[in-house]
């Protein structure tokens, strides 16, 4: 469960700065238009399998980043209800 955690935090954080600079993609050249869609997997396993080194050799600090997620689990039975009445109130304003 850490290293899952950490991964999908990891990602996350990736996606926000990744996209605050898309559009520096219309900026790249061709070479760097077919390195980034094989290094972006390439990239994410060298991420998995860093995290299972890591919380391979610190158990402590896989203790602490699973104790972490579990009481981070609660924000989940407040965030699904807000978004799904977000998404109805977005649909009853789009269609009425």
């Known amino acids: ?5 950490s991964v999908a935090a990891i990602v996350s954080i990736g996606a926000v700065f990744a996209q605050r600079k898309i559009g520096l993609i219309y900026n790249l050249d061709h070479m760097a238009l077919i390195v980034f869609p094989i290094a972006i997997p390439l990239l994410f396993l060298l991420l998995i399998f860093s995290s299972y080194l890591i919380f ?4 402590i600090l896989a203790r602490w980043v ?3 997620a579990e009481r981070m689990t609660v924000f989940t039975f407040v965030y699904i209800p807000l978004s799904i009445i977000g998404l109805v109130v977005v649909l009853v304003r ?3």
């Open 66 to 68: 699973n104790a972490l």
């Open 56 to 59: 391979n050799k610190f158990r």
């Open 1 to 5: 469960m850490a290293q899952g955690s």
């Open 94 to 96: 789009n269609l009425f």
